[in-house]
């Protein structure tokens, strides 16, 4: 019989690990004295204490682990939770590798831009939303004010379900004739009205970024966006979102304390490099 020092030697596992198998019922000693408390082990103990600590070093949970050593596993039964694990591992690794691309990407560009603000950019999931619409084209982007005035007057304000936010249908930009859709998210029972467009926005992914500044600056951001995406080895995968979470009354372009999200849906680029996080 070792000692719990003696057997903590042998096996070259600290006290304090060997006290917590205790507790949680993973490695009990073989014997512990009732007067001084002292745990003792037996030498056939650390080939079970090897065993956990090779499953450990796979990466199974001390749960998994318990599983393991308490049920008379079946070589199919030991082979479908390696399988399960090396599944989890490889997705581990895939995500890492895209983090570690992204982490590239951003270098790339502090470097030709000169600027730490890229890093704001994220990936996320929107879900889908019912709104209610006007769309028409306008002679300027700073002209969409008008369709959102047009929006306000034909729309009940209390069936409002969130901030509004414009709809870009160009595929890119242009200095006329733009394509604009002024949105007003409504609860998805919402059946809207005669004058008014009522649809839903799918679900997407999409790159975004928050702009803190006013109207006439949206342009830096724009351009910081559309060049992460390009540089991340995305493309653009549809109609580009304005998010308009603060703003004021009445309506300016240089007012500096309004708050925009810039949201662009993404998808894989013509190289089938990623698509983004899950």
Same mark, same amino acid.
Request: hydrophobic share 35%.
């Given at each position: 019989?070792?000692?719990?020092?003696?057997?903590?030697?042998?096996?070259?596992?600290?006290?304090?690990?060997?006290?917590?198998?205790?507790?949680?019922?993973?490695?009990?000693?073989?014997?512990?004295?009732?007067?001084?408390?002292?745990?003792?082990?037996?030498?056939?103990?650390?080939?079970?204490?090897?065993?956990?600590?090779?499953?450990?070093?796979?990466?199974?949970?001390?749960?998994?682990?318990?599983?393991?050593?308490?049920?008379?596993?079946?070589?199919?039964?030991?082979?479908?939770?390696?399988?399960?694990?090396?599944?989890?591992?490889?997705?581990?690794?895939?995500?890492?590798?895209?983090?570690?691309?992204?982490?590239?990407?951003?270098?790339?560009?502090?470097?030709?831009?000169?600027?730490?603000?890229?890093?704001?950019?994220?990936?996320?999931?929107?879900?889908? /939303?019912?709104?209610?619409?006007? #769309?028409?084209?306008?002679?300027? !982007?700073?002209?969409?004010? $008008?369709?959102?005035? =047009? &929006?306000?007057?034909?729309?009940?304000?209390?069936?409002?379900?969130?901030?509004?936010?414009?709809?870009?249908?160009?595929?890119?930009?242009?200095?006329?004739?733009?394509?604009?859709?002024?949105?007003?998210?409504?609860?998805?029972?919402?059946?809207?009205?005669?004058?008014?467009?009522?649809?839903?926005?799918?679900?997407?992914?999409?790159?975004?970024?928050?702009?803190?500044?006013?109207?006439?600056?949206?342009?830096?951001?724009?351009?910081?966006?559309?060049?992460?995406?390009?540089?991340?080895?995305?493309?653009?995968?549809?109609?580009?979102?304005?998010?308009?979470? /603060?703003?004021?009354?009445?309506? #300016?372009?240089?007012?500096?304390? !309004?708050?925009?999200?810039? $949201?662009?849906?993404? =998808? &894989?680029?013509?190289?089938?490099?990623?698509?983004?996080?899950?």
């Amino acid at each position: 019989m070792l000692k719990i020092g003696d057997f903590s030697r042998l096996s070259q596992v600290s006290i304090k690990t060997l006290r917590y198998y205790d507790e949680v019922g993973l490695l009990k000693p073989t014997q512990v004295n009732q007067v001084s408390g002292y745990r003792y082990y037996s030498m056939v103990q650390l080939r079970q204490l090897h065993r956990i600590l090779a499953l450990r070093n796979l990466g199974f949970s001390l749960d998994q682990i318990g599983y393991v050593l308490e049920t008379d596993l079946s070589t199919d039964e030991l082979r479908g939770m390696l399988r399960l694990r090396r599944a989890e591992q490889q997705q581990r690794l895939l995500k890492e590798q895209e983090c570690l691309e992204r982490v590239e990407a951003l270098l790339q560009l502090i470097h030709q831009e000169n600027t730490t603000n890229t890093d704001a950019v994220i990936i996320k999931k929107v879900e889908s /939303q019912r709104f209610a619409s006007i #769309r028409k084209t306008i002679s300027a !982007y700073n002209q969409v004010g $008008q369709l959102f005035g =047009a &929006l306000f007057r034909a729309f009940p304000g209390a069936a409002a379900r969130g901030p509004c936010f414009a709809i870009w249908h160009d595929d890119e930009h242009k200095d006329q004739d733009v394509d604009a859709e002024a949105c007003v998210p409504v609860d998805e029972k919402y059946q809207g009205l005669s004058t008014l467009r009522c649809a839903d926005l799918p679900m997407v992914k999409v790159a975004s970024v928050i702009h803190h500044g006013a109207y006439n600056t949206l342009t830096q951001s724009y351009q910081m966006v559309l060049k992460w995406v390009e540089a991340n080895g995305y493309q653009v995968h549809g109609p580009i979102r304005e998010i308009y979470l /603060q703003c004021g009354e009445p309506l #300016r372009q240089d007012d500096h304390s !309004y708050v925009t999200e810039i $949201q662009v849906p993404i =998808a &894989l680029d013509r190289g089938g490099r990623r698509v983004g996080n899950n």
